[in-house]
């Protein structure tokens, strides 16, 4: 053979490298996907009804979807995903729902939103899901927002705080699950009026979704009082190395109530320096920072006396809730499925919160009897009525419609005493 | 096209240096048409064998391939290390994002608009940065991707970027809809601008300024002597990486439909990295196997064990370079290194 033959022969070869490696793709790519182009085909109802299409559903399943950030700088969100997981386990060795077992897809993203897409198309269009649940991160979820709801694919019980959820008007197919900040800040308002109508408040904000979300939800209750009673707000980044200077703007202002929007790291301190600086503040702070161990701890218990918070779950790290019947429950569960739980800790709230979540969800499908389709699931999750979750504060109860959306819209106040944090007055409502 | 061209591309393309110099550069060619040739067809076939939710991956894999032409165009070939073209790519998609919505662009017009400007940014940058080498330009490059997302959140910018919360891109619509669906009409559009990148990485990589590039990397300070300005062909191959990342971010951001400074972290940085390596990073036509690389094979690793994907994607990348050490264009060449040593002896004896 001649010279000028072998080297059209090895460009061939290389081509076909190159060509192998897309045909590598495209067989990956369909490999696996022969079934259901976006559930339609396979997800008839169980044993032949007549019912309308149920996507991702079958006479012995439900299959369901969600994206996690397992990875990535939010990576220790990944344990709601790993409860979830557990928990769909627990229901399903109970023998499912009605019957049917529940199948949670949970991918990862990295909380990177194309990724999410990217993940959620997967999960949509090839898996063939009836529905996203529990997905996490704001930035995430809205990435997915349009395509879910132009699918009318359900988007259940989103994991973020952001007040934008509870918009059926415009997203009638997405739901979330927690109160807002925006709630949250509203509640704390209310609760100003109330007790401490001639405050004179100062805020400190974390400069991003959160910390606007509680601007708005004060100026939502405050109305035209607002500027009156609100004396000076300052802002930090989440990137800032510290907030001292911030603290002594406030403090320099003569305030005698300080409002806290902020995440753990901030929060311990902010506490220190208010302490240090002797400045005896009613202080209110925001109920993601105040966690025990990540917030209060760090900044001193001591110190940290008086703080007052709203939440809506229950500490299970608090002694006098060792005999809770909802926490017993949930410890119960987060030991039989140990093994399914590696390296998450009962104290952790992320397992807690993804414990009363799927509870949440699983009330959800109950309610919707054999109607599994996309369009029951969607109206069963709007219309909870005084549904408890075991785990909540006591005295909370959900209660969705089609016009609102907010899941959890009430919230205990607590104040810590220096070793747990003791509710007082009644469960608050955001309206 | 003169043999010294053919032997500069030669010399970047296989990184290892295994030259074979044994054919003349147009029969070589002929060979490398055939192989362009069929990659076309492949692409051009593909989407219409494809779900939607494929199409969308092959166009992520296409827009992949653009971000890292532009990684290997300043890695590969003129030697400069970057850790920041994420940053680049995320002024891109937000330039397109702010140019269709604020501008009312349509969104086939700011590709090229995305990528000027990038340009424009990656010169200035580059400018300073020329007098950075090795692991202080690498430092440099990836405190600029470390910074961005912070930016795309100041209050100042919000107007624009949208904060924290992001924007929504409108994704483009098919003009033929019963022929060719939204996501086939998106795919093919990526697929136009991404053979349009190709030929003019093609174009450089042969000329003049591509054999500038290559003497800079392998030999500065004789580069120096042969009277290449070195700051300013640094700076180009900085502003022309950029180009092509920039690009990528504005098809990126019509194919995600979304952007949010959360989509831009160090993490995609270093994607386009592994990417880059993986395919070879002196290749032009490696890129595709990176691109692909990185698109599929975090899932393949999450089917694998869904308990430690990335444990598993780790083992896949240190696989692939343990075999391929050039990256998959260093394998294809010295397999034909091979085979064409075989060759001249099967005609000697």
């Known amino acids: 053979m001649s010279k000028r033959n072998w080297v059209v022969v090895a460009s061939v070869f290389t081509s076909a490298c190159f060509g192998f490696a897309a045909l590598t ?41 969600q994206t996690m950030p397992y990875s990535g700088p939010a990576s220790a969100y990944g344990a709601i995903g790993t409860t979830e997981k557990a928990y769909f386990q627990m229901i399903n060795d109970k023998g499912g729902i009605n019957g049917r077992k529940i199948t949670l897809m949970s991918l990862d993203d990295s909380y990177q939103p194309p990724k999410t897409v990217e993940q959620t198309r997967k999960l949509v269009e090839n898996e063939g899901v009836a529905f996203v649940f529990g997905s996490v991160g704001t930035a995430c979820n809205t990435a997915v927002q349009k395509y879910l709801n132009e699918k009318k694919v359900p988007q259940l019980f989103v994991a973020t705080g952001a007040d934008k959820w509870a918009d059926p008007e415009h997203f009638p197919w997405t ?37 606007k979300d509680y601007i708005a939800g004060l100026k939502d209750i405050f109305g035209d009082q607002y500027d009156k009673m609100v004396l000076e707000k300052a802002s930090y980044e989440a990137t800032d190395p510290t907030v001292d200077s911030q603290v002594m703007t406030l403090q320099a202002k003569g305030c005698d109530t300080l409002i806290t929007a902020a995440i753990p790291k ?11 600086t002797g400045w005896k503040p009613l202080h209110i702070m925001s109920n993601v920072a105040v966690s025990i161990t990540a917030g209060l701890k760090p900044a001193g218990l001591d110190k940290s006396v008086g703080i007052i918070t709203g939440g809506y779950l229950k500490d299970p790290n608090d002694p006098n809730m060792a005999n809770d019947p909802g926490i017993k429950d949930y410890r119960a569960f987060m ?31 109950t309610k919707c009897g054999n109607d599994l389709s996309r369009e029951n699931i969607m109206k069963q999750a709007a219309s909870l009525s005084k549904f408890v979750v075991p785990v909540a504060i006591q005295g909370t109860e959900l209660t969705t419609s089609a016009t609102d959306f907010r899941v959890f819209s009430q919230l205990q106040l607590s104040r810590f005493n220096g070793t747990n944090f003791e509710p007082f007055g009644d469960v608050l409502s955001a309206d | 096209m003169s043999t010294v061209g053919e032997a500069a591309t030669t010399t970047a393309g296989t990184a290892n240096g295994a030259i074979t110099g044994t054919t003349t550069g147009t029969r070589r060619l002929g060979g490398r048409w055939l192989g362009v040739l069929a990659l076309l067809v492949i692409a051009l076939v593909l989407p219409f064998l494809l779900s939607g939710y494929r199409i969308f991956q092959l166009t992520q894999i296409t827009v992949y391939a653009v971000a890292i032409l532009g990684l290997n165009l300043l890695t590969g070939f003129s030697g400069q290390i970057s850790l920041g073209n994420g940053a680049f790519s995320a002024v891109g998609a937000y330039a397109s994002s702010i140019l269709m919505i604020k501008l009312g662009l349509p969104y086939w017009a700011t590709p090229p ?13 580059g400018h300073p940065a020329a007098r950075l080498e090795g692991l202080y330009l690498a430092l440099a490059t990836f405190a600029l991707s470390i910074v961005m997302p912070q930016v795309l959140k100041l209050d100042t910018l919000e107007p624009w970027t949208g904060g924290t919360q992001g924007v929504y891109v409108t994704k483009p619509v ?46 500065p300070i004789g580069a120096g002597a042969m009277g290449i ?15 092509y990342t920039g690009i990528a971010g504005s098809l990126g951001a019509l194919v995600a439909g979304f952007i949010s400074p959360d989509s831009f972290t160090y993490l995609l940085s270093i994607q386009f990295l592994v990417g880059g390596v993986v395919g070879g990073i002196a290749s032009i036509f490696g890129t595709l196997v990176g691109a692909v690389f990185i698109e599929l094979v975090p899932d393949l690793a999450n089917k694998i064990s869904e308990s430690a994907p990335w444990a598993i994607y780790g083992v896949l990348l240190i696989v692939c370079m343990m ?27």
Not at chain 2, 114 to 122: H, I, M, S
Not at chain 2, 229 to 243: I, L, Q
Not at chain 2, 335 to 342: C, D, F
Request: hydrophobic letters at 45%; charged letters at 20%; aromatic letters at 10%.
């Open chain 1, 25 to 65: 793709g495209a067989v990956l790519a369909t490999g696996c996907e022969k079934k259901k182009p976006d559930g339609s085909s396979s997800g008839m109802a169980g044993a032949g009804d007549k019912g309308p299409a149920m996507p991702g559903i079958t006479a012995t399943e439900i299959k369901i979807g």
């Open chain 1, 175 to 211: 739901i979330g699950w927690q109160p807002s900040y925006r709630t949250e800040a509203r509640i704390y308002a209310r609760y100003l009026l109330k007790e401490k109508p001639a405050a004179k408040v100062c805020v400190l904000y974390q400069n991003d979704d959160l910390g």
């Open chain 1, 266 to 276: 901030f929060g311990a301190q902010v506490i220190r320096k208010v302490f240090d």
């Open chain 1, 335 to 365: 030991k039989q499925y140990e093994a399914s739980l590696p390296g998450i800790d009962p104290g952790d709230t992320n397992a807690l919160y993804a414990y009363g979540v799927s509870m949440t969800l699983v009330n959800v499908l």
């Open chain 2, 113 to 125: 608009l995305a990528g000027a400007l990038c340009f424009v940014a990656g010169y200035l940058f």
């Open chain 2, 174 to 219: 098919s003009l033929l809809p019963e022929l060719i669906s939204d996501d086939q009409w998106l795919y093919f559009f990526c697929l136009a601008v991404a053979i349009v990148m190709f030929v003019v990485a093609w174009n450089i990589v042969r000329g003049r300024t591509g054999r500038a590039l290559v003497a800079l990397r392998d030999h």
């Open chain 2, 229 to 243: 300005d070195t700051v300013s062909y640094k700076s180009v191959a900085f502003g022309v990486s950029a180009m």
């Open chain 2, 323 to 349: 075999m391929m050490p050039w990256g998959a264009a260093g394998l294809v060449h010295s397999a034909r290194a091979w085979l064409a040593r075989r060759s001249t002896r099967r005609t000697r004896s």
